[in-house]
């Protein structure tokens, strides 16, 4: 019976679909609907759909995650035991490689940004910065952590707080800084910056399509294997945005319950979730100029106005103090963590449910938030490229997750006399603002805040989805948008509402199974770029620009 309905389900949006955006054929809505309730009609109202029709990882990429919740949904229990040994075996054999994978993706980011190719500039010699570097920084920072500093805002220092990954001989509350800018600092803005700078100068300086397969050359320019590679990036960037957006909906159900008293129910996490989607789908219509760049804008307006309201109602020179002895202590120890080595050497536990587990999540999160930035970034040199993308998002993560950090310590006193208020990724900003006594006011500005961090999110995502669906094209056709807008709502709608939190967290681990195959691609295009830059045309080329 759940496979029936979950496929009665997909019918009815595959329906939909045909109905609203089939252009140029003679198939009518009212002959897919006559096939609703078999599989027959999921198929052929994907299949026979215009805009995907002649683009093969396009439509590899939602027939697999659409058949993923449909078993998932049927055989839950068996799916999420499968899933949960996949990962487990992708950590135990491959938790290190995560661990080198991301230090050198740091090191490789800093050499380039510091050599001498730091000075090529992304395009032409003569072309200027399309955005504002006010505008550049928004919309890259939006899309590449956005909500997720609301939800870990306050729930991840304190965890470490309270349970410390190793013995040390300073202060619990800098290690638990340190350990969190570790997760949320450098490495991730290196995965997506390199990736992102890959991207950029073979779209800019090569003429390249903005596709990651447009890297193959020679023997590997195989049909094969370009569907694969841009079929894991789509995957990738579709389980990423529906995961988020699942988890961000559930953080503004629990605002919505705190502030206002509403019901915890299903009803209004998928109102919510349509509401987002309506008004990412607006936003990438409007473009980048428009929608995207203003929202973007607002988000880190008023984060900073959150930061400082929250910076106001703390003790200054102990956050001074905190932030600079934890900044400290994690770029002393950046390569012993980052190598998991000497005093650093955390167990396998905490390197395979913490660390290994963001640096597969970044990495899947990657694909979709560096192809943004590269389309942001025409203009810009090497260096500055990749010292705006690692350095300032950085220096702003640790100054926010010092800021609630540090007053969480406060609020808590003794580590041993915690009793689990900040434990939920829901509502332990809720309770932290509740308890420093401006609980409304600052909720009401975190939820709107959460809401409009999910648009950003979502319409980055929308746009990227829709370049890879018009071959490339880094000004995607309308339609493409509005398409990926509904597709992107109406997966997540399905999601919930089929298997809520299950099939939620099943989403999660299978975008965390895709960062492995994806790190091999990443490998690849690193060495390409190395190829590229040491072939680069003489006039730019390091002897040249001495």
């Not at 395979?352 to 899947?364: M, V």
Request: glycine residues 8%; hydrophobic residues 50%; proline residues 3%.
């Amino acid at each position: 019976m759940k496979l029936r309905a979950a496929i009665g389900l997909l019918a009815k949006l595959a329906a939909c679909w045909i109905s609203i955006f089939q252009v140029g054929s003679r198939t009518k809505c009212s002959m897919i609907i006559g096939y609703r309730g078999t599989i027959k009609s999921a198929c052929l109202g994907i299949v026979f759909f215009h805009p995907f029709a002649h683009d093969m990882p396009v439509l590899l990429s939602i027939l697999f995650v659409l058949g993923f919740c449909v078993v998932s949904f049927a055989y839950p229990k068996e799916m999420i035991g499968w899933l949960q040994m996949t990962t487990d075996w992708v950590f135990d054999q491959f938790a290190y490689y995560f661990l080198y994978l991301g230090f050198l993706v740091v090191l490789i980011t800093v050499g380039i940004a510091i050599s001498p190719y730091g000075k090529i500039r992304l395009g032409k010699a003569t072309d200027t910065v399309e955005y504002s570097l006010w505008a550049w920084l928004s919309m890259l920072y939006s899309t590449g952590m956005g909500a997720g500093l609301l939800l870990r805002a306050v729930q991840e220092p304190v965890y470490y707080f309270v349970h410390p990954p190793i013995k040390i001989d300073y202060a619990q509350q800098h290690l638990a800084l340190q350990y969190t800018f570790f997760h949320w600092g450098l490495t991730p803005w290196a995965f997506y910056g390199l990736f992102g700078l890959i991207i950029s100068y073979f779209l800019y300086n090569l003429d390249r399509s903005i596709l990651s397969s447009s890297i193959l050359e020679g023997k590997l320019k195989h049909k094969i294997t370009e569907v694969g590679m841009d079929g894991i990036v789509i995957m990738s960037t579709i389980l990423g945005v529906v995961a988020a957006v699942g988890l961000g909906s559930k953080q503004i159900v629990g605002g919505m319950h705190y502030l206002f008293g509403w019901a915890d129910s299903i009803g209004v996490l998928i109102g919510i979730i349509l509401i987002i989607s309506t008004l990412a789908t607006i936003s990438a219509f409007s473009g980048l100029s428009k929608g995207i760049q203003l929202i973007s804008k607002w988000n880190i307006g008023m984060t900073l106005v959150l930061l400082f309201f929250t910076l106001i109602y703390g003790h200054v020179p102990t956050l001074l103090r905190d932030f600079g002895i934890s900044l400290y202590h994690y770029l002393q120890d950046f390569a012993l963590m980052s190598l998991n080595l000497g005093k650093f050497k955390a167990s396998n536990t905490f390197l395979k449910d913490w660390t290994c587990f963001y640096w597969a999540f970044w990495l899947a999160w990657t694909p979709f938030t560096g192809v943004f930035i590269a389309r942001i970034s025409r203009g810009r040199t090497l260096r500055g490229f990749l010292l705006g993308t690692l350095l300032v998002p950085s220096f702003g993560t640790f100054v926010w997750f010092t800021v609630f950090g540090s007053a969480a310590f406060a609020q808590i006193g003794d580590a041993a006399a915690y009793q689990g208020q900040f434990d939920s990724i829901y509502s332990a900003i809720f309770l932290f603002f509740k308890a420093l006594g401006v609980g409304s006011l600052a909720s009401y500005l975190t939820t709107l805040l959460v809401f409009t961090f999910l648009i950003t999110s979502i319409d980055s995502a929308i746009f990227v989805l829709s370049m890879f669906s018009d071959s490339g094209n880094a000004a995607p056709h309308p339609r493409y948008r509005v398409l990926w807008g509904i597709l992107l709502g109406m997966l997540t709608v399905a999601v919930v509402w089929l298997g809520q939190d299950s099939l939620l967290n099943s989403i999660s681990q299978l975008m965390i199974v895709f960062a492995l195959p994806f790190s091999f691609i990443y490998l690849l295009m690193i060495f390409s770029l190395f190829n590229k830059l040491w072939r680069h045309p003489n006039q730019q080329r390091p002897e040249a620009m001495k």
